[in-house]
């Protein structure tokens, strides 16, 4: 009680200052350019240069709803990855999946379920303008940035396929003019883990610069605790018909443990003032002990797990799993000789930059390969109930993109750009369940349940241009459009199945549909339209039509299942598409003391990509939702007065109503007729409707609300800290209605004190994150194997896991500069 009356006060409270117009959609800090001086901070609101519309505009001119995030924030708040921007932003939620695509990103209540590989996000995240579309992304470590852009809505247009909710835009650091020495270490209290930062910037002469960047972490400890007991996982041999014993021990007590390594080396090369190359190269390493460590169960009909009813269903940071037997390890692929559990990710990429000024034409070339490697061995039940599997999947992408904006001395400019894109997923998972064991097949696998084998090779080619029309010097209006071809060739297959279990699987050597094929091909045009008004200096009105596109696909984590009516329908999904308004007006007032930002829109998705887990013919589906609409309103403010300087106020008030408009969906399982499992498919299947139904991860309210403060004291120091909230209303962590999903109303508290010289050559800060412990969680759903009945009256509710998030963490922090 003490905690939801807590959680009740700080939303009132939050939303009562947002009301009170002290809030911003960045800090005081976040608006102001990176190379900017302590003394222009301390002068009111400076703008910061964005690139939305890929090019440089002030963050008040762009007629986009963003935010934008400085490199100062970042290190204030510690934002160095995007579970923790997600924490910090308003209606932008990172859901961490223990497989699929190991992350659900919603903005606006418009995301990708996690469960799928083959589904990109919904949320695109762009890296020194590159692409990123898939979910493991999340295990990316992000430092040394320049800003983070989080772009809201349809973009289409600039960021092409697959950024129809918006935009994650992450820019690093480039070399300076003057050398730059920075080294930073810290140590987080409740996990247990030392980190370390160092970066080194340098002119190596005066048309050639370099910067360095390296980041380390060890973890101990983790957020969350596993109490899980002992586990006898008895298996039948089918060849010599006799039952073998085997213990699965309790894997880590603190999870996640993690380990990680980033790196970057950044070369920018300016002959001129026209000429400006730049070769970024990096690499990444993330490492944990626990692969769904942050699984939880929350809620069950008995108060405790169906499968182990020794555990407690009640939430908080608290999991029950256990390693794969020893002796079952040492054989199966891609599991430890001990074991344990663990999810290993590792990454590269190398980005190439030219931009060239013509007189009067502005010539850009982006040029990326990138490529990542995942491997985890989980319990997939994740409580403790004797399924295990083991993955290995990489993707490898090739791009290459061009542009160019004329910037003619007349009233209209054109901007034109041509994107290609060559990319491949190869996925591979075993599964081990139902204490099956076959000593006539091969070592690797005898005691594989069933293994999955599959891959797409993309290609896309898209081309987009946008005239610039300027009406009257104040009035400005674009039309644009962007045009995508894309195709996908897959293939998918169950190289093994135990033959107890050809009745449900269907193996590679089966005589029809042995292994699925998919050879698609897509198309399609993307318009986009704005006006913009600015009446006076300070004041802009726009208005904009927007659409997006993200294609359809393969689902390579699928399951070709023998009691599916029609496996490769059900791996097989179309695109999923947007269209709608967006209108908003952008102030300075009070001589730059007060930045005031409104927004409105609405916007329909029609044919949502949605993965389900279909429990009653073992089957993984990827519906296309008929229609859901988004639409409300942000309202986002900042105050920093003249008279106080290094003072902030800052906040964000944001309604947002995300609902099926019509959706005929599969059931939950143990959903009863009574609540609304009271259709049947043509096949037969229990069905629902989901019309009017929120989507998943829609919270009604959000809001943000903070003030920050650093001043110069006596004996040349200066000391800053900073109090920031975010509140959320309750809202379904299921895309399928499912009403023991549901996360109540939460706030979370983050505040930070810091300490050092007043010329920035060292600082010692001390960085709280969710300092009132609370638990809560950003997706879920219901645990495998349990529930029954569905589409029955005596149908029993499943248990449900929630995918939760960090606890308190409270960091300690030294940082030098030379």
């Given at each position: ?27 005081a ?99 020194d ?52 020495i ?79 390594l ?7 090369y ?12 990096s690499?990444?390493?993330n ?15 008995t ?13 908080g940071?608290a ?20 074991g ?15 931009n ?25 039940d ?92 104040n ?11 894309e ?35 897509f ?11 600015k ?10 039509y ?12 699928a ?52 993965d ?44 947002n ?37 929120p ?43 499912d ?65 939760g ?10 940082t030098?500069?030379?």
């Amino acid at each position: 009680m003490r905690h939801r009356n807590l959680s009740r006060h700080l939303f009132l409270a939050t939303s009562a200052l947002a009301g009170l117009a002290i809030a911003a959609p960045a800090h005081a800090q976040s608006l102001k350019p990176a190379d900017a001086s302590e003394e222009s901070a301390s002068t009111g609101i400076d703008d910061i240069v964005v690139t939305a519309r890929r090019r440089n505009e002030s963050v008040q001119d762009v007629p986009v709803s963003v935010q934008a995030i400085s490199a100062q924030v970042v290190q204030q708040r510690d934002l160095t990855s995007l579970e923790k921007i997600a924490a910090a932003t308003p209606q932008f939620t990172v859901a961490r999946a223990s497989n699929g695509a190991g992350a659900q990103l919603t903005l606006r209540g418009i995301g990708s379920s996690a469960t799928s590989i083959g589904i990109e996000q919904s949320v695109a995240i762009v890296v020194d303008s590159v692409y990123y579309g898939q979910g493991r992304v999340i295990n990316e470590g992000f430092f040394d940035l320049a800003r983070v852009e989080i772009l809201k809505g349809p973009q289409a247009l600039f960021y092409g396929k697959n950024a129809t909710a918006g935009v994650i835009s992450l820019t690093s650091a480039d070399p300076g003019r003057e050398r730059e020495i920075m080294a930073r270490a810290g140590y987080e209290f409740n996990a247990h883990q030392i980190y370390g930062e160092a970066v080194y910037s340098t002119p190596i002469s005066d048309t050639l610069g370099l910067r360095l960047a390296v980041r380390g972490s060890k973890m101990f400890d983790g957020y969350y605790k596993n109490s899980a007991t002992v586990q006898s996982y008895p298996t039948y041999d089918i060849a010599t018909k006799t039952l073998n014993a085997h213990t699965a021990e309790p894997s880590a007590t603190n999870q996640p443990q993690e380990r990680e390594l980033i790196g970057r080396a950044t070369l920018k090369y300016t002959p001129d003032e026209r000429l400006t190359m730049t070769l970024k190269a990096s690499g990444s390493y993330n490492e944990t002990t626990g692969n769904g460590w942050n699984y939880v169960a929350v809620q069950c009909p008995t108060g405790v797990t169906t499968l182990n009813p020794a555990y407690k269903c009640n939430g908080g940071f608290a999991i029950h799993q256990n390693n794969m037997p020893v002796d079952i390890a040492k054989v199966y692929p891609y599991a430890r000789d001990n074991g344990e559990l663990y999810n290993l990710y590792k990454s590269w990429q190398v980005t190439g930059t030219v931009n060239y000024e013509l007189p009067n034409v502005t010539l850009n070339s982006v040029t990326n390969y990138n490529w990542n490697n995942n491997k985890f061995t989980c319990d997939c039940d994740f409580l403790g109930g004797g399924v295990w599997a083991t993955e290995n999947s990489s993707y490898h992408a090739l791009s290459q993109e061009l542009r160019a904006l004329t910037k003619f001395d007349s009233p209209v400019n054109l901007m034109v750009g041509g994107l290609y894109q060559k990319t491949k997923r190869t996925f591979y998972q075993a599964v081990m369940f139902a204490n099956i064991e076959n000593s006539a097949a091969s070592d690797a696998h005898r005691y594989i349940a069933y293994d999955k084998d599959s891959q797409t090779d993309g290609e896309t080619w898209a081309a987009y241009g946008q005239a610039i029309w300027k009406v009257l010097p104040n009035l400005e209006a674009t039309a644009g459009v962007r045009y995508t071809h894309e195709t996908k060739v897959s293939s998918f297959t169950q190289p093994y199945v135990n033959p107890a279990l050809y009745g449900i699987f269907k193996p590679q050597s089966a005589a029809v549909n042995g292994t699925l094929y998919g050879d698609q091909t897509f198309n399609d045009w993307s318009p986009d339209l704005t006006l913009s008004w600015k009446p006076v200096t300070d004041v802009m009105v726009y208005g904009a039509y927007k659409t997006a596109y993200k294609s359809g696909g393969f689902s390579n984590s699928a399951i070709n299942s023998a009691l599916a009516l029609s496996p490769a329908r059900d791996l097989a999904f179309n695109p999923e598409k947007g269209r709608g308004f967006e209108a908003g007006i952008k102030t300075m007032l009070f001589d730059r003391q007060l930045r005031a930002n409104l927004t409105l829109y609405n916007f329909k998705y029609t044919d949502l990509q949605i993965d389900y887990f279909n429990a009653q013919i073992f089957a993984y589906v990827t519906y296309n939702a008929g229609a859901a609409r988004t639409k409300g309103a942000e309202l986002e403010l900042e105050y920093a007065p003249r008279g106080v300087p290094g003072l902030s106020l800052h906040g964000t008030l944001n309604y947002n109503r995300a609902r099926y408009e019509n959706f005929i969906a599969p059931c939950y399982s143990g959903q009863s007729i009574a609540a609304g499992c009271s259709l049947t498919s043509p096949e037969g299947q229990p069905r629902q409707d989901l019309s009017g139904k929120p989507t998943a991860v829609a919270p009604k309210w959000t809001a943000t609300a903070g003030i920050s403060y650093e001043t110069e004291v006596s004996g040349g120091l200066k000391v800053g800290g900073n109090i920031d909230t975010r509140t959320s209303s309750s809202y379904l962590g299921s895309g399928f209605g499912d009403l023991t999903t549901r996360q109540k109303a939460y706030a979370v508290l983050d505040a930070g004190i810091r300490v050092g010289a007043a010329d920035d050559r060292w600082q010692i800060a001390v960085l709280g994150k969710n300092l009132t412990n609370k638990f809560y969680f950003t997706g879920g759903g219901t645990a495998p194997l349990t529930g029954s009945g569905t589409g029955t009256n005596h149908a029993v509710i499943g248990d449900t896991l929630g995918y939760g998030t960090m606890p308190r963490t409270v960091r300690l922090q030294v940082t030098v500069r030379y």
